[in-house]
């Protein structure tokens, strides 16, 4: 608990969660929305280049364009918490992701689409930072699990709905109906956190924001998402990545050395001094980049490997999705009770040992034990996440909630994108050298990170929540 913080009865506790409960509803479905809207765009990217005459890596850029304006404008709007209430921010990120949704409805070219992607990427950089300080504000510490728990359990439906919806609306009107969808939802979700009532005090405008820092924190995020997303052409243009690599690190530097002398930093060092919250951000960074693997390698696995058609991979995938959902959504009380420690080692524990067995039936091409396997791993990932994402809204204050929650968010977003990567290539240099399928191998490297999880974790066991 932040030390600005001070517990409340149990019975007020329930009565402020109870009041806040339409404002948590309207959270889950801006996490159903973006993980909805995720998988079904991800599915939908080969009929969009054939319906707009566009070439694959064109349309590829719909989804890039996403995360690099996502990346390169989270820290700013994160940091926009001092300036701004959590709920005026909210609104207005919300308000530019149906507007940008409108466009990519009516996209006429794949340049347009792409133009309402980068808006779409502003949008969830603007209210993504937003709803954790919306949890933060209005839900009592002593309930913060349970409701990252319901918040969490719109990820994992997301996560599973996704592919039939997007399928479904493919093929029964278009694929523009995937983002016509995100507007009434939208809408819903818009309408009932407009009627709350703000309980956050008017923040200070008067804080100013260093440009330079600005700038060279955007530039190291947008250099290092580019660079691990645009591996396939490594080979073409490896001095160009290798000078841009370095020149994130130099970025990198400049930055941190910049918030020791300025006064008012973007991301202030002193916020790692946390260590709840740094073990938070180093355990999501692991975890993320184990769901990731799972996701991909399973995938590759069940399609190439097994020869599963793409639906009845996804109707395997439930297993996973599902119960990730589930376990998520009631370990919320778990860590309410307990602390945020034990879940999150226990979720990592299970999710290693999900990971071997994976290993284990890759090696021998046994489909006997799929989806058990799934199951364990879905059950793992469900308490490492609700651990880890009720770490950051319980370890820091309401002034630093905008800030950490964007730290949290990048390294989530790098750790998946270098795990797709990296699960790629292990798959390409396994088939190619025909000693090995490269999934067995992926998922042991998987074992290993959950390992590392709960090691690095593991001093956060000792203490009170």
Not at 60 to 72: D, E
Not at 76 to 105: D, E, Q, V, W
Not at 298 to 318: D, E, G, I, K, R
Not at 369 to 392: D, H
Request: glycine residues 8%; proline residues 3%; hydrophobic residues 55%.
């Amino acid at each position: 608990m932040s030390e600005q913080e001070i517990s409340l009865p149990l019975s007020t506790v329930e009565a402020k969660l109870a009041s806040s409960s339409l404002l948590l509803f309207a959270i889950s479905l801006i996490m159903l929305l973006i993980n909805v809207d995720y998988t079904a765009v991800n599915l939908a990217l080969p009929t969009i280049a054939n319906n707009l005459h566009a070439s694959l890596n064109t349309i590829q850029w719909v989804l890039t364009a996403y995360m690099l304006t996502w990346g390169l404008l989270v820290f700013p709007c994160g940091s926009l918490s001092t300036k701004f209430t959590t709920k005026n921010l909210c609104i207005s990120g919300l308000a530019l992701f149906i507007i940008a949704s409108a466009i990519a409805t009516v996209a006429s070219s794949s340049h347009v689409l792409i133009a309402a992607r980068i808006l779409q990427g502003v949008s969830a950089a603007i209210y993504g930072p937003a709803v954790y300080g919306l949890i933060h504000c209005y839900v009592p510490e002593q309930m913060r699990g349970r409701a990252m728990g319901l918040m969490s359990l719109g990820v994992g439906l997301g996560l599973a709905v996704g592919p039939f919806v997007g399928g479904s609306l493919i093929t029964l009107w278009s694929w523009r109906a995937i983002f016509l969808i995100n507007i009434p939802i939208g809408l819903a979700a818009l309408y009932i956190i407009y009627k709350q009532r703000d309980l956050q005090q008017s923040a200070n405008a008067n804080i100013t924001l260093s440009k330079s820092s600005v700038f060279l924190i955007g530039f190291t995020t947008f250099s290092i998402i580019y660079i691990v997303n645009q591996y396939q052409v490594w080979q073409q243009h490896a001095s160009l990545y290798i000078s841009l690599a370095l020149a994130a690190i130099i970025s990198l530097s400049g930055f941190i050395f910049l918030q020791q002398k300025i006064k008012n930093p973007l991301i202030p060092l002193s916020l790692f001094k946390n260590r709840k919250y740094t073990a938070c951000c180093i355990g999501i960074f692991l975890e993320q980049a184990g769901f990731s693997i799972i996701v991909v390698a399973t995938s590759l696995y069940l399609q190439n490997v097994l020869h599963y058609s793409p639906f009845a991979s996804s109707l395997m995938f439930l297993f996973l999705t599902v119960i990730f959902g589930i376990i998520a959504f009631f370990g919320g009380r778990w860590v309410d009770k307990k602390g945020i420690a034990l879940p999150t080692i226990s979720g990592m524990i299970i999710m290693s040992l999900g990971t071997l067995l994976f290993a284990m039936i890759a090696i021998k091409t046994n489909t006997t034990w799929i989806c058990p396997v799934l199951f364990i791993m879905g059950v793992g990932m469900g308490l490492a996440f609700i651990g880890l994402n009720t770490g950051v809204v319980k370890t820091v204050s309401q002034e630093e909630i905008g800030i950490a929650s964007s730290v949290f968010m990048v390294l989530a977003l790098i750790a998946n994108s270098l795990a797709v990567s990296l699960t790629t290539l292990f798959y390409q240099y396994g088939t190619a050298s025909n000693t090995f399928n490269g999934i067995s191998e992926i998922m042991l490297l998987n074992t290993v990170l959950g390992l590392v999880a709960v090691v690095s974790f593991w001093r956060l066991g000792t203490e009170k929540k």
